[in-house]
C-alpha cells in the first residue's frame, strides 16, 4: 500500500511502497550468496598461490590479505547500496517496479557490468598512488595505505548514506588516496604536492567535475526535446498510485534503469578491482605480479618491442654508461616527478634493456622464479608509467615514430602486468550486486521525492536516466571513472529545472556541500588513518 505524502506546493502526492523486504526466503539466499562469494575468494587464492608452489611460511601475511580483501570487498558492497539507488529511484517512483524487484534487477545488472569491464578505470585508479608505495606494496606501508584509503572511503560514504545525501563513492575514493599520498610525503620530508600525479588527479577531477554538469544541461534538453518530438500526453503526468505506467513507457523506464545499473557495475566496479589487484600484488607476487596466462606470441612480440624501444630511446640520446641500478633510480625519479630531464632517456633505455634481458633470461613470464618476480613487475611497471609520461610530455627529443615504438612496447608492458583474473571480478560482481539490495532507501527517497517540488514523471525518469546511462559507458570506455550519484541526481534536477516544477533548495544545498567536502573530508580522513596505520605496521 502506497503511502499519503505533502508535497512541498500543498498537493497530495503518492510514495510507493518502499517497505517490502526480500522475504525470508531472499534473506536466506541473500546470506548464502555472502558466504558462497568469501568462501568463492578464499578457495581462488589458496588455488592460485598453490599452482605457483607458494607454501606460507608464516599466516600473518595471508590474514592482512583476507583482511584487506574484505575491507576491499566492504568498499564495493557499500557502493552498491550508496550509489546503485540513483538507478532505481526512477523506476520506482514511476511505478514501472516494485521496490524490491528493482532492486534485485539492478543488483543483477550491476554484476553483468562488472564482469563485463575492461579494466582500463581499475588501472587509472591506481596510477594515482604514489609510485613508491606501489613498488614496495607488500611492505607495511603498502598495507597501511590500502587500510587507510578504504576505511576513509567507506566512513563517509557511511555517514552521508546515513543522511540520506547523494554523495559520489569515486569521488571520495579519489580524496582518499590523494590524502595517502599526500600524507606519504610530509612524512618522507616532502612538499604535500609531491605524493601524487597531480595531472592524472586533474583528468580525473575534470571528470567529475563535468559530469554532473552534463547531467544537468543534457538531461533538461533531452526532456524539452521530447516534448517537441512525443506528443504522449501521458507522458509527462504524475503517475497515478500504485498504477504502472503504460507498456511502452514501462519498457522504455526498465531499460534506462537496466542500462544505469549496467554502467554502474563496469564503471565503480573497476575501483575495487585495481586495489585489490594491489592487494594481491603484495602479499601474493608469485602468483599475480605478472600475468602468467599471457598468449605465446607474447615473448617473441615484447622481445622484438623491447629492441624497438631501446632504439627509439638511444636514438634520441646517447648512452651514458649508467647501470641498471642508477638508470632505475633516475626513471623512478621521473616518475614521481614528472620533471623531464636529459638523463631520463637514457636510463629509459638502460631499464628497457634489463627488462628485456631478465624477462627473455626465464622463457616466458610464467617461468619467472618467486625471487624475482616483484622485481621485474616493479621494472616493468615503471618503464610503463615512464613511457606514459613521455607520451603525454612529448619531449621534442623523441620523434613521431619513436613514439609509436614506444606506445607499441607499452601495451606488451601492460599485459605483462595490468591484468584481472575471473575471480577477482565475480567477487566485486558480487560485493556490488549483493550490495544494490540492501540500504537502498534513504537515497532513493532523496533522489525521488527530495529534488523537485513535484512527482517525478515518466519523462523525467526517462531522460535523466538515458543521460547518466549515456555518460557513464563514455567514461567507461576513456577509463575515466564519474559518480553515478552526481550524474544521475544532477539528471533529475536538470529534468525538474526544464519542466519549472521547481527545485528543494535544502536537498540542492546538501548535495552541493556534500560536493564540496567529500575531497577534502576524505582527503584528511584517509591522510590521519595512513599516518596512524604506518606507526602501527
Known amino acids: 500500500m502506497n503511502a499519503t505524502l505533502a508535497a512541498p506546493d500543498g498537493r497530495a502526492s503518492t510514495r510507493p511502497e518502499l517497505d517490502k523486504g526480500l522475504g525470508a526466503a531472499g534473506r536466506i539466499g541473500f546470506g548464502a550468496a555472502i558466504a558462497a562469494a568469501l568462501f568463492y575468494v578464499g578457495y581462488s587464492v589458496y588455488s592460485d598461490a598453490a599452482a605457483v608452489g607458494v607454501e606460507p611460511t608464516t599466516y600473518l601475511p595471508f590474514l592482512l590479505l583476507f583482511v584487506a580483501l574484505l575491507i576491499a570487498l566492504g568498499f564495493e558492497f557499500v557502493n552498491g547500496f550508496h550509489d546503485t539507488a540513483n538507478a532505481v529511484a526512477t523506476v520506482i517512483y514511476t511505478n514501472a517496479m516494485p521496490a524490491n524487484v528493482a532492486v534485485v534487477w539492478s543488483g543483477f545488472f550491476n554484476f553483468i557490468g562488472v564482469l563485463v569491464s575492461t579494466g582500463a578505470v581499475a588501472f587509472g585508479i591506481v596510477s594515482l598512488l604514489p609510485v613508491e608505495l606501489i613498488l614496495q606494496v607488500g611492505s607495511n606501508a603498502g598495507f597501511a595505505m590500502v587500510f587507510a584509503l578504504l576505511l576513509a572511503a567507506i566512513l563517509w560514504n557511511l555517514a552521508t548514506w546515513w543522511l540520506g545525501i547523494p554523495s559520489s563513492s569515486s569521488h571520495t575514493l579519489i580524496g582518499s588516496i590523494i590524502g595517502v599520498g599526500v600524507a606519504n610525503a610530509l612524512m618522507h620530508g616532502k612538499g604535500g604536492t609531491a605524493g601524487v600525479d597531480w595531472s592524472k588527479a586533474a583528468e580525473i577531477g575534470q571528470a567529475l567535475l563535468f559530469s554532473p554538469l552534463i547531467g544537468f544541461g543534457v538531461a ?24 504502472p505506467p503504460p507498456l511502452w513507457i514501462r519498457a522504455l523506464l526498465i531499460f534506462t534503469c537496466t542500462g544505469v545499473s549496467f554502467a554502474h557495475g563496469s564503471n565503480d566496479g573497476q575501483k575495487g ?13 608469485t602468483a599475480y605480479a605478472l600475468n602468467r596466462a599471457v598468449p605465446e606470441r607474447y615473448m617473441a612480440e615484447f622481445h622484438s618491442r623491447s629492441i624497438a624501444a631501446e632504439a627509439a630511446l638511444e636514438s634520441s640520446a646517447a648512452r651514458s654508461g649508467m647501470n641498471e641500478v642508477e638508470a632505475r633510480r633516475k626513471v623512478t625519479a621521473y616518475v614521481a616527478d614528472k620533471s623531464f630531464v636529459p638523463e631520463t632517456l637514457p636510463a629509459l633505455a638502460v631499464l628497457v634493456h634489463d627488462v628485456d634481458r631478465q624477462v627473455m633470461a626465464y622463457g616466458s613470464l610464467a617461468k619467472v622464479p618467486a625471487a624475482a618476480v616483484s622485481n621485474i613487475r616493479n621494472d616493468m611497471y615503471l618503464a610503463s608509467e615512464a613511457i606514459k609520461g613521455l607520451g603525454k610530455q612529448k619531449p621534442a627529443a623523441l620523434s613521431e615514430a619513436a613514439q609509436d615504438n614506444l606506445a607499441a612496447y607499452k601495451t606488451s608492458l601492460d599485459a605483462g602486468t595490468r591484468f584481472i583474473p575471473t575471480w577477482v571480478k565475480i567477487a566485486v560482481a558480487f560485493a556490488l550486486g549483493l550490495g544494490t539490495m540492501v540500504g537502498w532507501r534513504r537515497i532513493v527517497v532523496t533522489v525521488g521525492e527530495k529534488i523537485g517540488k513535484t512527482h517525478l514523471t515518466y519523462a523525467q525518469g526517462a531522460a535523466a536516466e538515458l543521460v547518466a546511462m549515456g555518460t557513464i559507458l563514455g567514461a567507461d570506455h576513456l577509463g575515466l571513472p564519474v559518480s553515478t550519484t552526481h550524474v544521475l541526481s544532477s539528471g533529475v534536477a536538470g529534468t525538474m529545472a526544464a519542466n519549472r516544477s521547481g527545485l528543494q533548495m535544502s536537498t540542492i544545498r546538501n548535495l552541493l556541500m556534500a560536493w564540496v567536502l567529500t575531497l577534502p573530508v576524505s582527503i584528511v580522513m584517509a591522510g590521519a588513518l595512513y599516518m596512524v596505520f604506518a606507526q602501527v605496521f
Open 273 to 285: 578491482m585495481g586495489l585489490i589487484m594491489l592487494i594481491l600484488i603484495g602479499t601474493v607476487p
Open 220 to 243: 533538461a534538453l533531452l526532456f524539452l526535446a521530447m516534448r517537441v518530438l512525443v506528443r504522449k500526453k501521458e507522458l509527462y503526468e504524475e503517475p497515478k498510485d500504485g498504477v
